[in-house]
């Protein structure tokens, strides 16, 4: 298994520990400690998971015993290791299983790469655009229902951002999505013309109404231990040696483990497990509560549960985001009501609940909250 440097947030000291001999000991090199001083050594010796001394060569090198891996750094620098504090990696090591995914930049792009998979595809199959920004995009907005349907007129088509999403004229009809279709969620918003009363193709929150079926090639188990083999991988070569997964779910989990299992999990993880933000306050404080009595909550360094995760607004790049005053008239984000501010998912009489039974519980409690509406909410439940 390759060696992880985890240095971070440990204290250093001149002085062996109670190990009598270093499993690794890298020397002749520039140790960056990151201490008060900004110290630079020039060695490290490493022991039991545990860093047993960082300081002169001479130093470390006495704690060579007859197994210690030893490395002549040969002058080269030793940082410590970067902690990513917000991943997704199951999601993300997956995104371009089915094919590669062109860079986008404008409508135009958008549009050509939903033409050109509607070739490959049979009529009917659904194409799909995820993490494309609008405000990346050169016209700074969504595509329309009308161009969707002119790019794709026999494919349901979702162009996903975030939480919100644009949609064509098909995927409203094959979902059921018309003039007179209500949502039965308060925190979901399907934006409807104020003429017609006909949906205009942008929904807020509200992808669950889609009928979407797949149309890629199906993932194996094996598959995706290896893509996310493959990304942890990634992180490794760009001094990541620790990552928090913010919304994990059982089947990730599962998956860190078995990597772990086999010796493969080549970072160190602390996730934070999603409880939903819909329901019964009472079924919300229960799954806190079963996240608490996960066995990895009490577990190793390499892998373990800290906390738990939820989602309170929308987004900011996307028009739903929460905010203490109203959003503004924007074509932009396709907002025509001037006292629009945005989704709150969760309201003040299920959110205290669900923070204490967190705290109670031990856990972290995590919450999406990207608008300044939706901050100062959690702060008041805090």
Not at 19 to 28: E, G, K, P, W
Not at 46 to 75: C, M, N, Y
Not at 182 to 190: L, T, V
Not at 250 to 274: F, N, P, W
Request: net charge neutral.
């Amino acid at each position: 298994m390759r060696r992880l440097l985890f240095l971070v947030l440990i204290a250093w000291s001149n002085v062996a520990v109670a190990q009598d001999s270093a499993d690794l000991i890298l020397h002749n090199g520039k140790v960056v400690t990151v201490d008060a001083k900004d110290s630079i050594a020039q060695a490290i010796a490493i022991g039991g998971g545990k860093i047993l001394l960082v300081g002169d060569d001479g130093a470390a090198l006495k704690l060579r015993g007859p197994k210690t891996e030893v490395i002549d750094l040969g002058g080269k620098t030793v940082l410590p290791g970067l902690i990513d504090s917000h991943v997704h990696p199951s999601g993300a090591a997956m995104y371009e299983f089915d094919h590669p995914m062109p860079e986008m930049n404008s409508i135009a792009d958008v549009l050509g790469y939903i033409a050109e998979r509607a070739k490959t595809l049979e009529d009917g199959e659904w194409i799909t655009v995820r993490q494309v920004f609008i405000t990346r995009l050169k016209e700074r907005r969504y595509p329309t229902k009308a161009e969707l349907d002119a790019a794709a007129p026999n494919n349901p088509v979702e162009f996903g951002t975030g939480p919100d999403s644009s949609v064509n004229s098909l995927a409203l009809k094959v979902s059921g999505i018309d003039k007179d279709f209500k949502s039965d969620d308060p925190a979901a918003k399907i934006e409807k013309d104020p003429t017609t009363g006909e949906p205009t193709g942008i929904l807020r929150s509200a992808g669950r109404y889609l009928k979407k079926k797949g149309s890629g090639r199906s993932a194996t188990e094996a598959d995706r231990e290896a893509r996310v083999a493959e990304l942890f991988a990634d992180y490794n070569a760009n001094g990541i040696t620790g990552v928090l997964d913010r919304n994990s779910d059982s089947g990730a989990i599962k998956l860190y483990q078995k990597l772990l299992a086999e010796d493969r999990l080549t970072v160190r993880v602390a996730a934070s497990k999603g409880v939903g933000n819909s329901g019964a306050v009472e079924r919300l404080v229960e799954n806190i509560k079963n996240v608490a009595g996960d066995p990895l909550c009490k577990g190793t360094p390499m892998l373990r549960v800290i906390g738990i995760k939820c989602f309170l607004d929308g987004g900011m790049l996307t028009g739903s985001a929460y905010m203490r005053e109203p959003w503004g008239l924007s074509k932009i984000y396709s907002i025509d009501d001037p006292a629009y501010r945005g989704l709150l998912y969760i309201p003040a009489e299920k959110l205290v609940p669900m923070v204490r039974a967190a705290v109670e519980s031990g856990l972290q409690f995590t919450a999406h909250s990207v608008g300044d509406g939706a901050v100062h909410a959690l702060l008041a439940a805090y």
